[in-house]
């Protein structure tokens, strides 16, 4: 998965606000597509970009000080003719309008818009977006009437648009994905299909996106909960599957399908905590019950028995090398 990381700490420190400006808006038209853009000249100028590139998709995080953004019909005449998919963060609202439709969005709005349409907005203060981008014709072969209106408000109560956000954010800070192009790949499709999810997909395309994107994005909230939270004695498959507000079968359905129950998954996370305690010189002097207990395990004669089947020694035999 392709990257772009970029921030104002990056541009020369000698530089005037005004010069600063004007160096990131050259680097952010030669990546990102032609604009004219004005800073907030009242704020010190600051910016932060990341894109990653799945294939032909892309998600994206984009802050900044500017306050006044236009794409005419001359900016846009030339880019990609995608989908954006966007999520707005900042704390103040932000006018933003396309063709005849204008909106005031606020603080967790998400908005699907044709990147090819002329746009303009204002923001008092940091603009702020997560986004998400899927070539037009991909979408309209899936949702033939994507596009029927220039810019459509997502339902916040979706479970597809709430997936999709948080998908988002995942691809935004994995670095897993950078690195393996097959799971870049299936998270190029999940990501595909939660956006056609989102905007309405019906029939068939609408099965097969639900069997992929949003059963894939819903086993990754119960991983991250698990992860999280491995270390709580009393965690369970109940407590799990209320966070994510899923049934407990369903739950397990999931964890069983990806290859291990939520017992196995909890029992091997906690086996590689205490296994990484125990190698860590800082607990030389801490008790291998309160190892076992740190890690999760209520009962230290279960978690000696469980150790040693799985690395071939007792914790205390481990600890010696």
């Known amino acids: ?41 009242d ?49 103040k609202p932000q006018i933003w309008s396309v063709a005849d439709c204008d909106l005031s969005l606020r603080p967790g709005n998400g908005i699907a818009y044709n990147v090819a349409q002329p746009c303009r907005s204002f923001t008092d203060g940091v603009t702020s977006w997560v986004l998400a981008s899927i070539p037009r014709a991909s979408l309209l072969r899936q949702v033939p009437h994507a ?65 992929r994107g949003l059963r894939a994005a819903r086993l990754r909230e119960a991983l991250a909960v698990i992860e999280a939270r491995f270390t709580d004695p009393a965690l ?7 966070a994510i507000g899923l049934s407990r079968r369903y739950l397990n359905t999931l964890l069983l399908e990806s290859g291990s129950t939520f017992a196995e998954r909890v029992l091997e996370l906690r086996l590689h905590k205490a296994c990484a305690m125990l190698s860590d010189i800082r607990n030389d002097a801490t008790k291998v019950s309160d190892i076992a207990l740190a890690a999760g395990f209520n009962d230290v004669s279960y978690f000696n028995r469980r150790f040693r089947a799985r690395f071939g020694a007792s914790p205390t035999q481990y600890r010696g090398g």
């Open 236 to 242: 369970s498959t109940e407590m799990v599957a209320r």
């Open 1 to 41: 998965m392709q990257k772009i990381d970029f921030s104002s700490a990056s541009l020369p420190a000698h530089l005037s606000d005004r010069d600063r400006f004007r160096l990131w808006r050259d680097m952010w038209m030669e990546q990102l597509g032609d604009a004219e853009i004005r800073h907030a000249e």
């Open 43 to 91: 704020k010190p100028f600051a910016t932060a970009t990341k894109m990653r590139f799945l294939g032909e998709l892309r998600v994206g995080l984009f802050e900044t000080t500017t306050e006044y953004y236009v794409r005419t019909r001359r900016h846009v005449a030339n880019d990609r003719d995608d989908i954006f998919v966007g999520f707005y963060r900042s704390p």
């Open 147 to 211: 596009d029927d209106r220039p810019v459509t408000r997502l339902d916040p109560a979706s479970p597809a648009v709430r997936h999709l956000e948080r998908m988002i954010d995942f691809l935004l800070r994995s670095e897993e994905v950078d690195e393996e192009p097959a799971l870049s790949r299936q998270a190029g499709t999940a990501l595909a299909d939660l956006i056609v999810l989102a905007l309405g997909a019906k029939g068939d395309a609408a099965e097969i996106a639900i069997g």
